[in-house]
C-alpha cells in the first residue's frame, strides 16, 4: 500500500491517501502510480491554500541510494537503479528526497512516539519481512553499502530451516516475519489462518498451537536482538511493523527472552512503536522538511499519521 500526505509548514497534515501499490503489475506501472499519487498531493496542497509544495519525500523498500536518488534493488516491485528523485522530480517539478522506508520509518521514530528526543535507538520493523534501523545521534545510519540494518535475511537456523526469497535458508524472516508465525500456525494446527493478528489472538485465548509457532518467533527475534545488543548496545530497541501490533503478547515474551540470553551486556528497553504503518510516510516528509531547509516538525502536535 502507497501511504501518502501533505503537510503544512507547521505541522497540519492537510490531506491522508491509501492507495494500492499493484507490485504484481511491475516496476514502470508503480512509478507511474507513484506520479499519480504525487501530483494528486500537489494538487491537495494547492486546494488546501499551501500553493506549491516546497519539497517532495519519498520512502521505498529495497536498496537505496539515498545520496544518488536512485532505487538500486526492489525484489518485490522489480525496480534495479530507477533514478526515483530525477523521475519523480522532474514529473512534479518539485526537488524529491528519497529515502529507504525502514530507515526513514526509524527517523519519524526519532521524532515522535517512544524514541522521541532518544538520540540513539535501534528500530526492529517485524511484519511482512523483517529489517531494522540504527540510529546515531537522531540519524538513521545507512552503512557502507546501504545494507544497514538487513537483519531478516541473516540465517538463526544456520544450515537448516526453509529457503527464503533472498535465496538464503533458515533466514530469520522465515522463522519470524508475519508470514512465517501464520505459516507456522497453520503447519501445526491444520487450521487456516493467514494473519499473524489472528495468531496472536489464539495465543491470548491458551491456543497450545499458536502458542508453539509464537514463542518460535519470539526466540529467533530474541536471537537476532541478543547479537544486536552485543555489536551495538543501544539502551532503547523500537519494535515496529505488523507484529508490533500484538503490544504486551508480543514485548513481554520478547523481553523475558532476550534478558536470558544477554550476561555482560545491558538489557535494553523494549518498546512498541505508535507510529503505526506510517512511520515511513512520516519520515519521508521529515526528511524532505530537512533537505529543503524547513524548521523541523513540532513535536507539541500529534504525531503526522493517525497509527
Ligand atoms: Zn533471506
Not at 188 to 216: H, I, K, N, Q, Y
Not at 263 to 272: E, G, K, S
Amino acid at each position: 500500500m502507497i501511504k501518502a500526505m501533505v503537510t503544512a509548514a507547521d505541522g497540519r497534515v492537510v490531506k491522508h491517501a491509501r492507495v494500492p501499490t499493484g507490485a504484481r503489475d511491475g516496476g514502470a506501472a508503480v512509478l507511474a502510480r507513484l506520479e499519480d499519487v504525487g501530483a494528486q498531493l500537489v494538487r491537495a496542497a494547492r486546494a488546501a491554500g499551501i500553493g506549491q509544495p516546497a519539497a517532495f519525500g519519498l520512502a521505498v523498500p529495497g536498496i537505496v541510494d539515498e545520496a544518488a536518488g536512485v532505487a538500486r534493488f526492489a525484489a518485490n516491485i522489480g525496480w534495479r537503479d530507477v533514478p526515483l528523485a530525477d523521475r519523480l522530480g522532474r514529473r512534479l517539478g518539485l526537488p524529491v528526497t528519497l529515502c529507504h522506508d525502514v530507515r526513514a520509518a526509524a527517523r519519524a521514530e526519532a521524532s515522535f512516539g517512544p524514541a522521541a528526543g532518544a538520540g540513539d535507538f535501534l528500530l526492529v520493523q517485524a511484519g511482512t519481512g523483517i529489517a531494522a534501523a540504527l540510529v546515531l545521534d537522531g540519524r538513521p545510519y545507512a552503512g557502507a553499502h546501504a545494507l544497514s540494518g538487513e537483519i531478516g535475511h541473516v540465517a538463526v537456523a544456520a544450515g537448516a530451516g526453509r529457503r527464503c526469497g533472498c535465496g538464503g535458508t533458515g533466514c530469520l524472516e522465515t522463522v519470524a516475519s508475519a508470514a512465517a508465525v501464520a505459516r507456522r500456525y497453520r503447519e501445526l494446527s491444520g487450521r487456516r489462518v493467514t494473519r499473524a493478528a489472528s495468531v496472536a489472538r489464539l495465543v491470548t485465548a491458551g491456543d497450545p498451537a499458536a502458542r508453539r509457532a509464537w514463542d518460535e518467533a519470539v526466540g529467533a527475534l530474541a536471537g537476532a536482538l541478543a547479537w544486536c545488543q552485543g555489536v551495538l548496545d543501544p539502551g532503547l530497541v523500537v519494535i515496529g511493523g505488523g507484529l508490533s501490533r500484538a503490544g504486551p503478547v508480543l514485548l513481554d515474551p520478547l523481553a523475558r527472552e532476550l534478558a536470558g540470553l544477554l550476561t555482560v551486556q545491558r538489557i535494553p528497553r523494549l518498546a512498541a512503536s505508535t507510529l503505526g504503518d506510517g512511520a515511513g510516510c512520516a519520515g519521508a516528509a521529515l526528511a524532505a522538511r530537512s533537505a529543503a531547509g524547513l524548521p523541523p516538525w513540532p513535536r507539541s502536535g500529534p504525531a503526522p499519521w493517525p497509527g
